[in-house]
C-alpha cells in the first residue's frame, strides 16, 4: 500500500497517538484494512479531512486545521501526527505547517510521505522514527551492567503486521527466560510515555528490519544504544539471537551451550523425522517483505533441505540483503511490486511449494501449486484467532506445520491422482477429491444402459472366451486392499482359467487364495 498505511499502522498500533490525514472521501477505505482484516475492536485512531471536487475551489487548508483543532478536543491524545494521502499531496496544502500553526497543546509530528516514490513499510518506518526523534530525549546516562539486570527495547511490531502481536509475545518470553528485562516494545500497544523511556533501555532488539532499523540507529547515534542483527526465525535464527542479546546483556556464562536452548524445539526433532525425510529436495519459490524472505530461505535451505528456485521482495530498500542471500544460493533475487511479474518468474521455476504474501497464494492457486502465507499483505484468514508466532521455538514448530503440511497433502493428491481412474482403486472407495455423491459404480449405473448393479462382471479371455465374476466374488475382492487387489484378481481368474471355470464366485476366489499360497 502507499506510505500513508503505514503512518495509520503506527497510529493505531499505539495507545494515544491520533493522525490526522488529508485525504478526499475515497481514501477512508483504509479503516476496513483494520477491522475486516485485522479485526481490530475498534477503528484506527485516524481523523480524515475527506473534502470532495467541490472543495478544491475553496479553502482546503482550512478544511485542514478544522479538522486536527477537532480531532484534539474530541479525542485527547497525547500526540498528533499530520500528513497527506497520495491524492491530497497533490494539492500541496502542507499540513505539518498548518498544523504546527494551530499551537495545539500536545506533540505534532508533521510527515512528508513521498506517495509516488515509497511504499507502505517504508511509510510505517518513517513515522516511528519522526515520532521517536520528536519525543526521546537524548544523552539519557545508564548505570555499568555489573550487578544489575540488563534491560532491552523491542522495536518494530506495528497494527497489521504478520503474526507481531505472536511474534512479540514469544520473544518476551525468551528474552526473560534469558534474564533480560523489556523495557518498553514499541510501537506496538506502547503509549507517548512509553516512548520517552526508549533510551533508558541498554540496548534495542529489533525484530523487522523495514520497521525498526531506521529508529534503532537513531537511538544508537544518539542514546548509545546497540541492536540486534540476528533474526529469531527457525531454530538456527533463534540460537544466533539468544547468543547475540546474551553478549548485549553481558550475561556470565550460564552453564547452557546453545544446543541445550534448542533441545525442546519440536521443529528440530521433527525436520530429522522419517515423516519428513522424503521432502527433502523439494522446490520452494518465496517472495515477501525482505525479513521473512529471507528467514524462510535460510530456513527452507539449511533447516528442512528444501531448494530453494527463486527469492524475491518488494522491499526495495533492502534489496541489498536479499540479493546477497540469493547470491549464496545461486540465484538472481526478484525485486520487484508487480505481482504479474513474481507469477512469471513463479511459474518459470515450477516450484513444488510457493511461501509468499496474499498476492503469491492467489497466484499460486491459479498454477496449482501449494502455497503457504509467509508475509504482507494479508488477508483476514493469516490472522489468526489463536497464537500463532513466527519467532523463537514455537514460532519454528508453526513454521514447520504451516510449510510441510501444504506439501504432505500434495503427496496425498499426487497420489490419489495416480490411481483415481484405476477401476480397482476407486472402486467402492472414496477420495476426499472427489465429490461425496460421485463413486464409480453407482456414477456408470445410473447411465443410460449401463448394466443394473450386481449383474455379473464379464473379464475377457483370450480366444474369444471370457470369464464371469459373480456378485458374491466382485463384492468379496472388492474387500481386498487395492494395492494388491489386482494381483488378487488376475491369480483367481488365471486360477479359474486353468480350470475351465467361466463363473468366478466367492469360493473359486479363497480356492484360488489357496492354492498360490502354498
Not at 288 to 309: C, K, N, P, Y
Amino acid at each position: 500500500g502507499p506510505p500513508h498505511v503505514g503512518a495509520m499502522r503506527i497510529a493505531t498500533a499505539m495507545r494515544d497517538v491520533h493522525y490526522v490525514l488529508h485525504a478526499p472521501q475515497g481514501d477512508t477505505y483504509a479503516d476496513l484494512l483494520f477491522t475486516m482484516i485485522e479485526r481490530l475492536p475498534r477503528r484506527p485512531p485516524v481523523t480524515y479531512t475527506t473534502f470532495q471536487a467541490r472543495d478544491l475551489g475553496g479553502d482546503t487548508a482550512e478544511l485542514f486545521k478544522t479538522a486536527a483543532r477537532e480531532a484534539n478536543e474530541r479525542f485527547k491524545p497525547n500526540a498528533m501526527l499530520v500528513g497527506s494521502s497520495c491524492t491530497a499531496e497533490l494539492i500541496q496544502d502542507d499540513p505539518g505547517g498548518l498544523a504546527l500553526a494551530l499551537n495545539l497543546p500536545i506533540p505534532v509530528v508533521p510527515l512528508d510521505l513521498p506517495a509516488y516514490q515509497r511504499k507502505e513499510n517504508w511509510g510505517a518506518s518513517e513515522t516511528f522514527y519522526h515520532l521517536v526523534r520528536a519525543l526521546v530525549p537524548t544523552g539519557n546516562q545508564r548505570s555499568p551492567l555489573a550487578g544489575r539486570t540488563a534491560s532491552c527495547n523491542i522495536l518494530g511490531p506495528t497494527a497489521l503486521g504478520f503474526r507481531h502481536r505472536d511474534d512479540v509475545k514469544e520473544i518476551r518470553a525468551l528474552l526473560q527466560e534469558l534474564g533480560i528485562q523489556v523495557n518498553v516494545e514499541a510501537p506496538l500497544n506502547a503509549s507517548v510515555a512509553d516512548v520517552r523511556r526508549l533510551g533508558e533501555a541498554d540496548f534495542n532488539v529489533v525484530l523487522y528490519p523495514e520497521l525498526g532499523r531506521t529508529t534503532a540507529q537513531w537511538l544508537q547515534r544518539n542514546c548509545e544504544q546497540p541492536f540486534t542483527q540476528a533474526i529469531p526465525y527457525g531454530v538456527n535464527g533463534t540460537l544466533d539471537f539468544i547468543q547475540e542479546v546474551r553478549t548485549l546483556a553481558g550475561l556470565v556464562d550460564s552453564g547452557k551451550t546453545l544446543a541445550d536452548y534448542s533441545q525442546d524445539s519440536r521443529a528440530k526433532w521433527y525436520a530429522k523425522s522419517v515423516d519428513s525425510t522424503y521432502l527433502t529436495g523439494k522446490r520452494v519459490f518465496i517472495f515477501g517483505d525482505a525479513t521473512h524472505a529471507i528467514a524462510a530461505a535460510r530456513i527452507a535451505s539449511q533447516e528442512l533441505g528444501f531448494q530453494v528456485v527463486g527469492l524475491g521482495t518488494y522491499s526495495r530498500e533492502l534489496a541489498r540483503e536479499v540479493r546477497a542471500v540469493a547470491q549464496e544460493l545461486g540465484l538472481e533475487a526478484l525485486i520487484s511490486d508487480d505481482y504479474l511479474a513474481v507469477e512469471a518468474a513463479m511459474a518459470e521455476a515450477a516450484p513444488e511449494l510457493v511461501l509468499g504474501t496474499q498476492m503469491e497464494r492467489h497466484s499460486a492457486k491459479r498454477l496449482g501449486i501449494p502455497c503457504a502465507v509467509i508475509s504482507t499483505p494479508l488477508h483476514v484468514q493469516d490472522v489468526p484467532a489463536r497464537t500463532s508466532p513466527q519467532m523463537g521455538w514455537e514460532g519454528a514448530n508453526v513454521i514447520f506445520d504451516t510449510w510441510v503440511h501444504p506439501l504432505m497433502m500434495g503427496l496425498e493428491e499426487h497420489l490419489i491422482g495416480m490411481f483415481r481412474h484405476d477401476f480397482e482403486f476407486v472402486d467402492g472407495h472414496l477420495s476426499h477429491l472427489e465429490g461425496a455423491s460421485s463413486p464409480s459404480r453407482p456414477a456408470e449405473a445410473e447411465r443410460p444402459g449401463a448394466e443394473p448393479v450386481g449383474a455379473p462382471v464379464a473379464t475377457a479371455l483370450p480366444g474369444n472366451g471370457a470369464l464371469v465374476w459373480s456378485p458374491d466374488g466382485e463384492a468379496e475382492l472388492a474387500k481386498i486392499p487395492f494395492f494388491v487387489r489386482g494381483k488378487a484378481r488376475r491369480n483367481t481368474e488365471r486360477f479359474a482359467a486353468e480350470r475351465g471355470i467361466t463363473l468366478i464366485t466367492i469360493e473359486t476366489l479363497y480356492d484360488a487364495k489357496a492354492h498360490y499360497s502354498r
